[in-house]
């Protein structure tokens, strides 16, 4: 305690010397939350009676032991990974994590009582809940289409899905008292050249328009949709491009998801923050890692990061901005992976908050880049960590590495037994 104190006391009078705030950037963290995703304690297999596996892009490599096989051992797994993380955050459902008590629910039948036992325990710990719809991994998106699909049978099936999701999903907001985000996001696309790239797009579009003909307060439901580059299955064609999503969301005001993976890699989605909140109300980010082709690595505090933190912060857009995280890696334990992502993202929001922003915009406004090269860089080693130290110790989490004895005792006496 004394050394996690006297760091801080030592960062304070740097940061201070920039007109920095630290004890008012504390306060702050403890208002940021970060909404955790189900699927990467279970490899997103979800608990469907008839399950259909993962696809449409998507795909858990590895078979580290652990991985939880029911709703109970999930929220087991969610409560050990949100005590070891800083601050209250949220917690992120796809609509396959249904608990329908072993009978087959088709997923355009499912309702609000399918989540009950998800919200029940919300409220004990007093957190939020966001929400998805589950277009893959089901016979109806074999072909690789859904809600841009020519087959009207198959279109139909996934419009009356998403209509259920939504009403589930402004259930839980009003049920919680917080808004629910619901993210629609759909795998839609080809493996090669398509000849109609427009015939697809109008009914996905036309799809979108009956999904969200039913109005919900927004203290309720958040409506989201998200883009992606290309997918396994979709390498030359996606329906939902940015340049699609980025139309609608503003058209028809429904909040833009930006996934960091679901991007040319050497495009910065920091850079589409300010762009997009000019026009837009709000905006959804999921935080993950690409590496190559794949889009969804377990987070960690790398430059990509942090610049988005930093744009965020330096729009003044914290507010207007929901963060949730999107990767899932079943080779590594995956409690430390929830951990792990959870802690870089924090970590890249309080280095951005402390940023003195004011000085670096400051000397670009008078036209000094040197000087603003300089700072920018000179402040990549002001005392961040014994700032976080302090943070995770006042919200009484592990500080530094501490936290790795407890997963490895979680695993040691639950995982290992399953």
Request: net charge negative.
């Amino acid at each position: 305690m004394r050394k996690i104190n006297e760091s801080y006391q030592y960062a304070k009078e740097v940061y201070a010397a920039f007109g920095v705030d630290t004890d008012a950037v504390l306060q702050k963290m403890k208002e940021r939350q970060v909404s955790l995703h189900c699927w990467q304690g279970d490899d997103v297999n979800g608990f469907e009676v008839t399950a259909g596996g993962t696809s449409g892009g998507i795909l858990s490599t590895g078979n580290y032991p652990g991985r939880a096989r029911t709703g109970d051992e999930l929220r087991a797994d969610y409560e050990k990974a949100l005590s070891l993380i800083p601050g209250k955050h949220r917690i992120n459902l796809h609509a396959i994590y249904a608990e329908t008590e072993g009978k087959i629910v088709e997923r355009d039948q499912i309702t609000i009582e399918h989540f009950r036992k998800w919200i029940d325990w919300a409220k004990k710990l007093g957190v939020g809940i966001d929400f998805n719809p589950s277009c893959f991994g089901h016979p109806m998106a074999a072909s690789g289409f859904t809600l841009g699909s020519k087959d009207e049978e198959v279109r139909q099936f996934w419009i009356r899905h998403v209509k259920a999701c939504r009403e589930i999903a402004a259930a839980i907001g009003k049920e919680l008292g917080t808004p629910c985000v619901m993210n629609i996001w759909v795998p839609d696309g080809m493996k090669d050249i398509p000849a109609d790239r427009l015939g697809y797009r109008m009914l996905m579009k036309k799809s979108l328009d009956e999904i969200l003909t039913v109005k919900y307060d927004k203290k309720y439901l958040v409506d989201a949709l998200e883009s992606k580059l290309f997918g396994i299955g979709v390498e030359s064609y996606t329906v939902g491009s940015h340049e699609f999503v980025m139309g609608y969301g503003l058209k028809n005001n429904v909040t833009i998801c930006y996934d960091m993976g679901h991007f040319h890699l050497t495009e910065s989605v920091a850079d589409k923050i300010s762009a997009t909140l000019l026009y837009a109300e709000d905006l959804l980010l999921h935080v993950s890692r690409p590496v190559r082709w794949d889009s969804d690595h377990v987070v960690i505090l790398n430059d990509d990061l942090i610049a988005l933190a930093q744009e965020v912060k330096r729009a003044d857009a914290f507010d207007r901005v929901y963060y949730a995280l999107d990767f899932f890696d079943g080779s590594i334990n995956r409690i430390t992976a929830w951990v792990t992502g959870t802690r870089a993202a924090l970590k890249s929001i309080m280095i951005a908050l402390l940023e003195p922003t004011d000085k670096i915009v400051e000397e670009e406004n008078k036209g000094n880049y040197g000087n603003r090269l300089a700072l920018m860089e000179e402040f990549k080693t002001l005392p961040f960590a014994a700032v976080w130290d302090k943070f995770c110790y006042d919200m009484k989490v592990p500080v530094g590495a501490d936290w790795l004895q407890d997963v490895k005792e979680y695993e040691e006496n639950v995982l290992s037994k399953r």
